[in-house]
C-alpha cells in the first residue's frame, strides 16, 4: 500500500498568509494525486487533481505541485473561508489512500 | 446540476447487514467511477470501494469479503451491501463520483450517510 503522510497535521496562520501543506507518498504515486477541504460536518470538496490542475471553481490562491513522492498544496493568501482541514489522496495503487489530513486554524 | 445523496445508514448490531443507496442525478452511474468512501468520527478518510464503468470492483482490504459495490443503471443508483459488521465499520459514508480522466479521484460527494455498529 501507498502510505500518504502529511506536514504539518496542524497549521495556525493568519488571514493574508501564504501558507504550504506537504504531503509525502512512501512509493511513487506519479501525478495521481487530489487535495481536498472538508469543514466539520460537510463532505470533502475536490480542489487540485492531477497534482497540479486546479478544479474548475476553486480560487486561484490554490495551487497544487509535485510529482513522485512529494507533492505541495499552497493557498497564497488564506482567507477567513479556508480554514479547515485539507487531504491528500493518490490513485496510483490499490488501496487508494489518504493522508491523516493537516487542519489549518486561525492563529 | 450533479447530485448524489446517500440513504440506509443507521444503527446496526455487531455481525448484522445494511445496504446503503447512492441515488444520483444530472449524470448516469455507469459513466463515471463511483466510489465509497468513509470517516470515522473525528478520524480521517479512507477509501472503501470502487465499480467502474464497465462493472470491475475493486475493495479496500479491511471490507474484502463483506462488502459488495453494485449499480443499477435503471435507478441511475450505486450500493454498498455490507455484511458482518464491525464496531470498526462505524462511519459517515461517502458516495463519491470519480473524474472523467481520473476516475480515483472524486469531484462530487453526497453528504454521507452515518452507519453506526454498536450493541
Known amino acids: 500500500d501507498i502510505q500518504m503522510t502529511q506536514s504539518p497535521s496542524t497549521l495556525s496562520a493568519s488571514v493574508g498568509d501564504r501558507v504550504t501543506i506537504t504531503c509525502r507518498a512512501s512509493?511513487?504515486?506519479?501525478?495521481?494525486l487530489a487535495w481536498y477541504q472538508q469543514k466539520p460536518g460537510k463532505a470533502p470538496k475536490l480542489l487540485i487533481y492531477?497534482?497540479?490542475s486546479l478544479e474548475s471553481g476553486v480560487p486561484s490562491r490554490f495551487s497544487g505541485s509535485g510529482s513522485g513522492t512529494e507533492f505541495t498544496l499552497t493557498i497564497s493568501s488564506l482567507q477567513p473561508d479556508d480554514f479547515a482541514t485539507y487531504y491528500c489522496q493518490q490513485c496510483y495503487s490499490y488501496p487508494y489512500t489518504f493522508g491523516q489530513g493537516t487542519k489549518l486554524e486561525i492563529k | 446540476e450533479v447530485q448524489l445523496v446517500e440513504s440506509g445508514g443507521g444503527l446496526i448490531q455487531p455481525g448484522g447487514s445494511l445496504r446503503l443507496s447512492c441515488a444520483a442525478s444530472g449524470f448516469t452511474v455507469n459513466s463515471n467511477y463511483m466510489s465509497w468512501v468513509r470517516q470515522a468520527p473525528g478520524k480521517g478518510l479512507e477509501w472503501v470501494s470502487i465499480?467502474?464503468?464497465?462493472?470491475?470492483?475493486y475493495y479496500a482490504d479491511s471490507v474484502k469479503g463483506r462488502f459488495t459495490i453494485s449499480r443499477d443503471n435503471s435507478n441511475n443508483t450505486v450500493y454498498l451491501q455490507m455484511n458482518s459488521l464491525r464496531v470498526e465499520d462505524t462511519a459517515v459514508y461517502y458516495c463519491a463520483r470519480g473524474l472523467i480522466t481520473s476516475g480515483g479521484l472524486f469531484d462530487y460527494w453526497g453528504q454521507g450517510t452515518l452507519v453506526t455498529v454498536s450493541s
Open positions: 465499480i467502474y464503468s464497465g462493472g470491475s470492483a
Open positions: 492531477r497534482a497540479s
Open positions: 512509493q511513487s504515486a506519479s501525478n495521481w
